[in-house]
């Protein structure tokens, strides 16, 4: 079996352990989080430039049948993150925007002085 393969399955494993624990969004959780995956995610990459990779003997074609899967699973679930923290961030541009209206009612266009001419005209 070959030791590189063997090595990035390993650190496939890691990451798709780590992205299985619930992501909490918001404060130091969440950044750590974050953190870390980008951590594995280029230790991951890193690992499968820098290292030929030669599928010889069966044992190594079924690895590398297994490191596909892994990959879909890993792509399927970093893109699930990444769909929640877009939706994270939407929802609070939206709190911020309706803190600010609600703390300053008067600010922006309003109504007065406007006239409503009743014919539609």
């Known amino acids: 079996m070959s ?10 494993e890691e990451l798709i352990n ?7 969004s918001g404060g130091d959780e969440g950044d750590t989080y974050i953190s870390l995956l ?6 991951r990459g890193n690992l ?3 290292n ?19 990959n879909r699973s890993i792509e399927e679930k970093v893109e699930a993150l990444k769909n929640q923290v ?5 929802h609070m541009n939206k709190k911020k925007k309706t803190n600010r209206k609600y703390e ?6 309003t109504t ?5 001419d009743k014919r539609g005209i």
């Not at 030791?3 to 496939?12: G, V, Y």
């Not at 980008?38 to 230790?43: D, K, P, T, V």
């Not at 030929?52 to 892994?70: F, G, P, Q, Y």
């Open 112 to 116: 007065d002085g406007v006239f409503f």
């Open 86 to 90: 877009k939706f994270d961030i939407n």
């Open 52 to 70: 030929e990779i030669n599928v010889v003997s069966s044992e190594d074609k079924k690895l590398a049948a297994r490191l596909m899967e892994m």
């Open 104 to 109: 300053n009612p008067y600010d922006g266009p």
């Open 3 to 12: 030791k590189d393969l063997l090595e990035i399955f390993q650190k496939s």
């Open 48 to 50: 499968i430039q820098s």
């Open 18 to 24: 780590h992205l299985n624990n619930p992501f909490v």
């Open 38 to 43: 980008e951590s594995l995610l280029n230790e």
